[in-house]
């Protein structure tokens, strides 16, 4: 379709009365201009683009800038590409103004600087979702649109003053939201943000400091105020778009979101409803992701390890774990060198161990520790040896580094914990509440067989411990700039060799500050940061009632701010939740904690929530059991579960 020949309109014959010029004249006008200026800020992108794609990439800070500018471009021309004029939510009329408003998934002016969109998330967006007839926040009306392919299928038009009616409403007895939900869902979550109704978007809208918990039964819309809220906070919230060096793909270093999913199939549900809100550095993962052993990892099948492993006591043990391999040795040693024996006693042993800066993981705390090893044993020496020669003679000393290795040794998070179900001494020394019937159930003969429930143990080992080979990689490191330095100097005796000018300016090449630039350091081989190691400054968890007090260590570790946002329905609970989300909460690490309740059903009608609420009811008496709006007129069909697949083909037929 060619958006400004054809109309964005394409109503069925049985809403053609909304078809009338009167309503959708203004609307026609200003999606055709919506279109040309789409169509010129697409060509003004692909051109910038082009041209940053093909300007010399720079090093350091111009490098980081580049790909900076790069990303940022690249995703505003994806979103629009994707959508087209239907990047348009509605508009909205205020009462002292009778000129619309438009609304959409981002804001968008044209050549001459006329606002055309105006970003959802923007302040003066907000009536456009919140407003309602008893807070009409200076709206007159506002229209929403459905679209289906391209192109407008419906719109609904609320008028809020009397004298709003007049010439210009198409009203229409079924809400939007309703009509919304009650359509057929395809493969993909429909993005109802065109629909979101006042209570959700209060919600949505809240500020993100401390945990707050959307309560909601079954088609309360909980899904979709994550969804919305991870984005709106993302847009308006400062805290939580920082990143190192301005470069999108490091936000996750210092801030950002990360939306955590029950399980891999609905991430892929409502993959496309994020960055069609124009958010795209929204982190999304299930908790297996944050774990490698978590793609592979079975089901604890034995409930009372199951529920053993749930305690946030044992992940808290992972701490003594560690501590274990942390303990000076109690005896000293002497230290040979090319010139003299160095006494290494018990106290200059704990002394260096007290070197690492508080908080430093295990592992990469090492190179601290034995650079304050070698120094305390360099300092007792009174030879004439030089300090580079005998710090290499210490260095080359194989006691000294056996010595070493086995009083802080390089560790593995899978060799921890696998060593606490295989050795029941290390077991009780960590977690001494332990009965000896606990001890024997958690032991198994292959410690490595990893369950769902070993995932938080893992993981708190792991941040625990920090990366195992930090010098390793330093070493690798050095390596390559050394190669790069030595053809980089090769390249400047040819260049000199070569340079017949009367200045001779090649020979500047020679200098150190040149050298330096020349040699590009971005290119040695560096670690891919682990995306979802965060700290994330907030993290939005679905299906929340499913997590037992280990796995909410996960997300502790992962968000020092404490700012969650907590959407479940204790009732759903597969292990059952009678307590309050506030004494879970308290009781796993939380202490700011707002609860906002969602109590309408927009989506399952109300035969069905009649048979349901009973029996919720009996299993937990203080459920928030929603009240559903519609009704289908079909009365529920009660059967076993063999006559299944006969009511379904009576009502497919």
């Not at 990047?87 to 001459?112: F, K, M, Q």
């Not at 419906?154 to 009616?165: A, R």
Request: proline fraction near 5%; charged fraction near 30%.
């Amino acid at each position: 379709m060619n958006p400004l020949t054809t109309s964005a309109f394409d109503l069925p014959d049985h809403l053609s009365r909304k078809a009338d010029g009167a309503l959708i004249g203004g609307d026609e006008r200003h999606f055709a201009a919506l279109a040309e200026s789409l169509e010129q800020s697409i060509a003004d992108l692909s051109d910038r683009l082009d041209g940053e794609r093909e300007a010399p990439g720079g090093i350091g800070q111009e490098a980081m800038d580049r790909d900076m500018e790069i990303h940022r471009l690249t995703a505003r021309l994806r979103t629009l590409r994707r959508f087209g004029v239907d990047l348009c939510l509605g508009h909205i009329v205020s009462a002292d103004n009778p000129e619309p408003v438009y609304v959409g998934r981002v804001g968008l002016t044209d050549s001459a600087g006329r606002r055309l969109l105006l970003d959802w998330r923007s302040p003066a967006a907000e009536p456009f979702f919140a407003a309602t007839h008893a807070n009409p926040m200076g709206l007159a009306r506002r229209r929403r649109y459905r679209w289906t392919c391209g192109r407008i299928s419906d719109y609904w038009d609320e008028v809020f003053t009397s004298d709003g009616l007049e010439g210009h409403a198409a009203l229409d007895d079924q809400s939007a939201f309703i009509a919304s939900l009650g359509s057929d869902r395809s493969a993909r979550m429909r993005d109802v943000l065109g629909t979101i109704q006042a209570d959700q978007d209060a919600i949505i809208r809240a500020g993100s400091r401390g945990a707050l918990v959307v309560d909601g039964g079954p088609g309360t819309g909980k899904t979709v105020v994550a969804l919305h809220r991870s984005a709106y906070l993302l847009y308006s919230d400062p805290r939580l778009g920082q990143a190192v060096g301005r470069v999108p793909r490091l936000r996750h270093r210092r801030g950002g979101v990360l939306f955590v999913g029950p399980h891999q199939p609905y991430l892929a549900y409502v993959a496309d409803v994020l960055p069609s809100l124009g958010e795209e550095g929204v982190q999304t993962c299930t908790l297996r992701d944050l774990v490698a052993e978590g793609a592979t990892a079975g089901i604890e099948t034995d409930p009372d390890v199951a529920r053993l492993k749930s305690s946030a006591d044992l992940v808290q043990a992972m701490e003594t774990a560690v501590r274990f391999y942390e303990e000076p040795p109690t005896r000293g040693m002497t230290v040979e060198t090319d010139w003299a024996e160095i006494r290494l006693s018990a106290d200059d042993w704990a002394a260096a161990f007290d070197a690492a800066e508080p908080g430093t993981p295990h592992n990469e705390a090492r190179e601290e520790i034995w650079e304050d090893l070698l120094t305390i044993l360099a300092d007792k020496y009174d030879g004439d040896a030089s300090a580079d020669l005998l710090r290499a003679s210490l260095q080359r000393n194989g006691e000294l580094r056996i010595a070493f290795n086995r009083a802080w040794p390089l560790l593995e998070a899978a060799d921890l914990v696998a060593d606490l179900w295989s050795v029941p001494a290390y077991l009780r020394k960590c977690a001494p509440w332990l009965g000896s019937d606990d001890v024997r159930a958690l032991r198994r003969a292959d410690a490595r067989a990893w369950t769902v429930s070993d995932l938080p143990l893992l993981d708190a080992a792991r941040q625990r411990l920090g990366d195992p080979e930090p010098s390793r990689r330093r070493r690798r490191k050095e390596a390559a700039i050394a190669t790069e330095r030595e053809h980089m100097t090769r390249v400047v005796d040819d260049l000199i060799a070569a340079d017949d000018s009367e200045l001779l300016v090649m020979s500047m090449l020679r200098g150190q500050d040149m050298q330096d630039r020349l040699v590009d350091e971005s290119a040695a081989p560096s670690t891919d940061p682990d995306l979802l190691a965060g700290p994330f400054a907030h993290i939005v968890v679905d299906e929340a009632q499913e997590l037992t007090d280990a796995e909410w260590q996960m997300l502790l570790l992962r968000c020092p701010s404490r700012s969650f946002t907590i959407v479940g329905d204790r009732a759903q609970a597969r292990r059952g939740f009678t307590e309050s989300w506030q004494e879970r909460l308290e009781r796993i690490g939380l202490d700011q904690i707002f609860l906002a309740s969602l109590s309408i059903n927009y989506r399952t009608p109300e035969e069905v929530m009649a048979e349901a609420e009973p029996v919720i009811r009996a299993v937990l008496r203080d459920a928030n059991v929603p009240t559903s709006i519609r009704s289908s007129g079909i009365p529920v069909v009660h059967g076993s579960v063999s006559d299944l697949g006969a009511i379904l083909d009576t009502w497919l037929a």
